[in-house]
């Protein structure tokens, strides 16, 4: 069979972002790959520095992505309160980990679940999006939202929690649990999911720390790295957090790297829960920011790298914002090289890529 060039994206069902690839195909084999990344300009960058004084940029920034609304928010108010020389309170600290944590696990449970789609698996993934769906509930019962939640606020976290929250969110997370395990245990041992996911697209560590990629894909080729751990901007080493690899590189150990992470993040929410201090959940900041600073925080994809400069007027001279679908995507081109055609949606979907955080 002669060469067929196929295209895939940037309008698909397995992919509904900017972004188109182009494969050049031998008997279903790709031969060869062009890639356009697509440019959406939505001009995020440029109105945090022209139009939202550093009091209300918040809420611009949570609106690069909304399944990452909570990451951008940690990203900048950190950033913020160092240069205020904020000191923020140990429970407003645990509360803000609980929402991350919970925004980790529903955001894993969406790709995951959409990587069993593509193979097939649509009652998995049904299951999936089931048992995301119990964690929305419990954000919206935290926050007063499913998603998009402005919960970080300048100097602590807009609510706080009573114990009786608390007890039905521990009840319903320990009632979740054994369904994770269970989700998590067919993953790694199903040998028809097995067939259509091992070895595919597969990175080695190598590979990773040349490309520098980041979050799960980088932890999945065994790359033993976390901005939870390597970066304080909160205590994450109070509530049992542990770092997360894999060594297979593939389609699978993605999706089994997400799923050992739900199920730690889970039990820091527990953790958190159990050992909630005391104290305000909000304290007052004074002054302007001025100098610079960097942030790193993880997001649900990876790393996503802040850099804020204060002037000391309202307005940031500087906001640059570096997300993990960033990092991740220039390794894809090389990937799909040798792979067949019917495996690329699953490779494209393990990397969980989000242009609305890359088109800033």
């Known amino acids: 069979m002669g060469k067929i060039t196929i295209p895939f994206g940037s309008q698909h069902v397995a992919l509904p972002e900017p972004v188109s690839f182009l494969f050049d195909t031998q008997n279903e084999i790709i031969s060869d790959v062009h890639v356009n990344l697509g440019y959406v300009h939505r001009g995020i960058e440029k109105a945090a520095i022209t139009k939202f004084d550093y009091t209300n940029l918040a809420f611009l920034l949570t609106r690069v992505c909304g399944l990452c609304s909570i990451t951008h928010a940690s990203g900048y108010i950190h950033g913020l309160e160092y240069l205020l020389n904020a000191e923020i309170s140990k429970r407003a600290e645990y509360l803000r980990m609980l929402v991350i944590e919970l925004d980790r696990m529903h955001s894993h449970l969406l790709a995951n679940g959409h990587v069993a789609e593509v193979v097939g698996y649509e009652n998995l993934f049904m299951q999936t999006f089931r048992y995301r769906e119990k964690v929305m509930e419990i954000l919206e019962r935290l926050t007063g939202n499913r998603v998009q939640f402005d919960y970080y606020t300048i100097g602590g976290v807009r609510r706080d929690i009573d114990l009786e929250d608390a007890k039905e969110i521990k009840k319903e997370l320990l009632e979740l649990k054994p369904k994770l395990e269970k989700l998590t245990e067919f993953f790694e041992t199903d040998y028809t999911f097995g067939l259509k996911t091992k070895n595919i697209g597969k990175i080695t560590k190598e590979m990773a720390l040349e490309y520098g990629v980041v979050g799960p894909i980088a932890r999945a080729s065994g790359v033993k790295t976390d901005a939870r751990a ?48 005391e104290g ?67 490779i494209v979907l393990s990397f969980d890529p989000c242009m609305s955080c890359t088109a800033r």
């Open 230 to 277: 390597e970066y304080e901007y909160l205590p994450y080493n109070e509530i049992g957090y542990k770092l997360q690899t894999r060594k297979d590189g593939d389609v699978l150990a993605r999706n089994l790297v997400r799923q050992d992470e739900i199920l730690n993040s889970l039990e820091m929410c527990l953790n958190i829960l159990d050992n909630l201090p």
């Open 280 to 346: 305000e959940i909000k304290v007052k900041t004074k002054g302007r920011p001025k100098g610079e600073v960097f942030v790193r925080v993880e997001a649900p994809r990876g790393e996503c790298f802040y850099y804020l400069k204060g002037n000391g007027s309202k307005i940031f001279e500087r906001v640059r914002i570096r997300v993990p679908t960033y990092a991740n995507l220039p390794i894809l081109k090389d990937l799909f090289i040798g792979e067949k055609y019917s495996d690329a949606q699953a």
